[in-house]
């Protein structure tokens, strides 16, 4: 939010004055300006401190505040801050664990987060290593998404960041 200044902060001694309406009141001194601002109940509002003599405008300050928090507010809430949602995958998954997980993740692409297929390989299981590749793969295929992130590995393990297809 700009700082505006606003009644007494306002240090210059002429001033140009805009009503309530949008309408030009001209250059007037400040006190003159004040009188007029407390007969109307409103602020005097400084809108263009570059100008010579500033730009003011005759408003209610508090409702004005008001409108700019309540449009802040909306701007906050049409925002979707996206997150990562891990799923937990297996070299030797059965197929209705596999279509189980694929659900999930569907679900996950509906509320706007984006998806990380893991896999963890134990013991003897390190021998399959382009198996389990081939599982984030399917998994990527049957869940119509995209790579963000390709397939890597970090010692045992394989992961991959999906979003959703465009």
Do not use: C
Not at 66 to 83: G, L, P
């Amino acid at each position: 939010m700009n700082k505006q200044k606003i009644n007494e902060a306002i240090q210059a001694n002429r001033l140009v004055l805009i009503d309530e309406n949008g309408q030009s009141l001209g250059e007037m001194s400040y006190d003159q300006a004040m009188v007029l601002a407390y007969s109307k109940e409103l602020d005097v509002v400084e809108v263009g401190s570059n100008a010579n003599p500033p730009i003011t405008k005759l408003m209610d300050w508090g409702k004005e505040l008001y409108h700019q928090q309540k449009q802040i507010s909306k701007q906050k809430a049409k925002q979707k801050n996206t997150e990562i949602k891990e799923i937990k995958l297996s070299v030797r998954i059965e197929e209705h664990d596999f279509q189980t997980k694929l659900k999930r993740a569907k679900e996950f692409f509906a509320d706007g987060d984006k998806v990380r297929a893991h896999i963890r390989l134990m013991g003897r299981e390190m021998i399959f290593k382009d198996k389990a590749q081939e599982v984030i793969e399917k998994f990527k295929k049957e869940l119509g998404a995209e790579y963000e992130e390709p397939v890597k590995r970090l010692g045992n393990q394989f992961s991959a960041l999906l979003r959703k297809a465009k």
